[in-house]
């Protein structure tokens, strides 16, 4: 069975910090491009962060450069998203996904539409 199932959001003020999990089961994650994606309320999906290869580094949205941080943990089989610096702007459901990579590096995993793997995603709210 084929699943990414995320964990960690919940409510937190302003300036305040979550991590998101999303853990994988019956695929490894090596090998794999690996995205964090998150849909506000009226607003269209947005690529927060991904790591489109194992030998790359995260690739961020500008609106989270320099707070979030995406890693893996390819022995747990396990993506992160540390979210720090939380603002009432980041209120979201929270999404993970994965498809075969498609590059050693590079952006493009941000903007990639169709992945193979999706999780149910994890309501962020973030209060004044």
């Known amino acids: 069975e084929v699943q990414l199932v995320e964990s960690g959001g919940g409510l937190v003020q302003a300036g305040g910090s979550l991590r998101l999990s999303c853990a994988a089961s019956g695929f490894t994650f090596d090998g794999y491009a690996i995205v964090w994606f998150r849909r506000a309320p009226g607003k269209e999906r947005e690529g927060v962060g991904c790591?489109?290869?194992?030998?790359?580094?995260?690739s961020y949205a500008n609106s989270v450069k320099g707070r979030f941080t995406m890693s893996i943990d390819y022995a747990k089989n396990t993506a992160y998203l540390q979210m720090n610096n939380l603002k009432l702007e980041d209120t979201a459901v929270y999404y993970c996904?994965?498809?075969?990579?498609?590059?050693?590096?590079?952006?493009?995993?941000?903007?990639?539409?169709?992945?193979?793997?999706w999780g149910q995603g994890t309501q962020v709210t973030v209060s004044s």
């Open positions: 996904a994965a498809d075969i990579s498609l590059a050693t590096s590079g952006t493009w995993c941000l903007y990639k539409n169709e992945y193979a793997y």
């Open positions: 790591i489109s290869s194992r030998d790359g580094p995260p």
